[in-house]
């Protein structure tokens, strides 16, 4: 089946710094890469839906400029939090697409900011 | 995309059948069924999607009424590793922004011993 990756899946970081995670599908070619955001006991809020070579669509209510978003091929997505604060610690999980198949997620990432 | 209508929570014996229900009442007629689960600390698991035919694959069974305004998501055999909160979404298939996926707050089955 299809494999999408994510990586880290755990990053624990100081206030102000900025993190990048990564999300590769691994054995297809994702036209369209997708980010949610977790927080505890909640649902899966998306964020974010990237294209390959273009730029991503934001949600509403979410900051293109602390959530920096790149989809430089294929296969690889990023996610960049700028400058994070301990509100911007949560569950951060991408999925990607190719259309016809269903989305298959990664395994996400544990963000917290101390 | 149609919203959809799920119980909270379900349990379920080990072994037997888990049924779950959905509402998609005002589902439209290129809008697809889609079933997928989360596994507590993991990204959400494909499951099974459909337009209007029943459909099986080696995980689960979905049934869609003949009005499409409900479907029920089955697992045959319960065991306690199907425990997770599963998510039933409509939506289209196609190329443009409709592509994603919107999730609500799911039902979280708990599969008893």
């Known amino acids: 089946g299809a494999v999408v990756s994510q990586h880290p899946s755990w990053v624990i970081c100081k206030s102000g710094t900025s993190v990048k995670i990564e999300c590769r599908s691994l054995?297809?070619?994702?036209?369209?890469m997708f980010w949610y955001r977790q927080f505890p006991k909640q649902s899966l809020m998306l964020m974010a839906t990237s294209n390959e070579g273009s730029k991503a669509t934001y949600e509403q209510g979410v900051e293109k400029d602390k959530f920096l978003i790149n989809h430089a091929s294929l296969t690889l997505s990023t996610l960049t939090v700028t400058s994070a604060h301990p509100e911007d610690s949560s569950f951060y999980i991408c999925s990607a697409s190719a259309l016809p198949q269903p989305q298959h997620f990664g395994d996400g990432t544990r963000l917290s900011i101390l | 995309d149609a919203k959809t209508t799920q119980p909270t929570s379900m349990d379920c014996a080990e072994g037997r059948a888990a049924n779950l229900p959905c509402n998609h009442s005002?589902?439209?007629?290129?809008?697809?069924v889609y079933w997928y689960r989360q596994i507590h600390s993991q990204g959400p698991q494909y499951i099974i999607h459909g337009l209007k035919n029943n459909e099986t694959n080696e995980m689960a069974s979905l049934i869609i009424t003949e009005d499409r305004k409900s479907s029920t998501l089955i697992l045959p055999h319960a065991t306690l590793r199907d425990t997770a909160v599963y998510y039933c979404?409509?939506?289209?298939?196609?190329?443009?922004?409709?592509?994603?996926?919107?999730f609500g707050t799911g039902t979280l089955l708990a599969v008893q011993p």
């Open positions: 054995d297809f070619q994702a036209t369209t």
């Open positions: 979404i409509v939506k289209v298939v196609d190329g443009g922004a409709t592509n994603k996926l919107i």
């Open positions: 005002t589902i439209s007629g290129n809008e697809y």
